[in-house]
């Protein structure tokens, strides 16, 4: 028997712009990678606090990392301020799209330049935790490498208990360092780690050479310039950046820590500061990148590359340098709290910040 009621085709839905069929919505392999772009970002904020938010970072306390995008506020601020009061006509901007190729070299001067950690601190994290914010600012910013120097051989003329003292603060450094290198895929490259070394084999197990690394930060152990006169330390060479700037701190000099070649074409900035992390805020260490940068841009093409445009320029700068002794002071913060000193072919400048 047929049925009364007659046959009728489906309507197929009208077109309308910007409408996709519905096989086409999202490709699964995107769909897959935003996914896992969403567990890292989790994964890294473990270790992050937003100032903004009464929110602590879920890291048991060992770390208290601004997020990147406080960093790189600071960072504008920082720089919108040197700037503009030196006349640079840099912008933010383009400030921060330079730093991908900024190279910095940090000299720390350990535990024995600051009585700011707080009484019930523990001094030696504090000061592995200073050079382990100082890498979350500079990859933070775009940034992607470093070079830090955590002690050199002439350390050991200290005596026993010295040595003890700064192996201390070594070892107090590397379960930081592994958990933050782990969550925020950056590779911890160790040189001068060599067979009898105190730490050798506790730094082989937690810093093994990860692939697909977003930031290289380079740490110089055991460091003496005589590394240079081996093969190996030559080999040592290749896989460090060139320098763009060499910043110390409390000591007006580069002594136990000049790399060869390497540091050929670098400026020097002088960082009247001791390096604990509880001396410093996010604030203050996007300042210092910022003070980096300025000196690499300062002295820009003068390092083994001088050349002038024209006599008259080559006036105003003995006149600024030489005759006016030309030096310029910016504040970046009303009451500051850290003092930089850095030099220009015009003279010296001084920021404090």
């Not at 938010?53 to 040197?82: H, M, N």
């Not at 601190?121 to 120097?149: F, I, K, P, Q």
């Not at 040595?163 to 590397?174: E, N």
């Not at 910016?330 to 072919?345: A, H």
Request: hydrophobic letters at 40%.
């Amino acid at each position: 028997m047929t049925s009364a009621i007659p046959a009728r085709s489906r309507p197929v839905p009208p077109d309308e712009t910007g409408l996709e069929p519905p096989g086409s919505i999202e490709p699964q392999e995107t769909t897959a990678r935003l996914q896992e772009e969403f567990l890292q970002s989790l994964v890294e904020s473990v270790d992050l606090v937003d100032e903004r938010l009464p929110l602590p970072a879920r890291s048991g306390g060992a770390l208290q990392l601004a997020t990147p995008e406080a960093i790189r506020d600071a960072f504008a601020r920082a720089w919108d301020i040197l700037s503009h009061s030196l006349c640079l006509g840099v912008d933010p901007e383009a400030a921060l799209a330079d730093l991908k190729d900024f190279v910095l070299y940090d000299i720390p001067d350990g535990t024995r330049s600051t009585l700011t950690v707080p009484s019930s601190g523990d001094v030696e994290t504090d000061a592995a935790l200073y050079c382990l914010s100082l890498v979350h600012t500079l990859a933070s910013l775009g940034a992607r490498t470093s070079v830090l120097l955590t002690h050199t051989a002439y350390n050991r003329e200290r005596g026993p208990e010295d040595t003890k003292r700064f192996l201390q603060i070594l070892a107090r450094g590397i379960e930081p360092f592994q958990a933050y290198a782990w969550r925020h895929r950056a590779a911890i490259r160790v040189h001068g780690i060599r067979p009898g070394y105190e730490l050798e084999a506790a730094f082989r197990k937690a810093f093994p050479v990860p692939a697909g690394a977003r930031f290289d930060a380079h740490f110089l152990i055991d460091y003496q310039e005589e590394w240079f006169l081996t093969d190996e330390g030559r080999g040592f060479l290749e896989a460090v950046p060139d320098i763009d700037v060499v910043m110390r701190h409390t000591k007006l000099q580069v002594s136990g820590g000049w790399i060869p070649i390497r540091m050929r074409k670098s400026a020097y900035v002088y960082c009247q500061n001791g390096t604990l992390s509880s001396n410093w805020t996010h604030e203050e260490y996007a300042a210092l990148v910022a003070v980096g940068y300025l000196a690499k841009l300062l002295l820009k093409g003068e390092a083994l590359a001088k050349s002038y445009v024209s006599i008259d320029e080559i006036k105003d700068r003995h006149r600024q340098r030489e005759v006016l002794l030309g030096q310029r002071v910016v504040k970046l913060t009303p009451k500051p709290r850290k003092l930089f000193v850095l030099g220009s072919p015009a003279g010296l400048v001084q920021v404090y910040a």
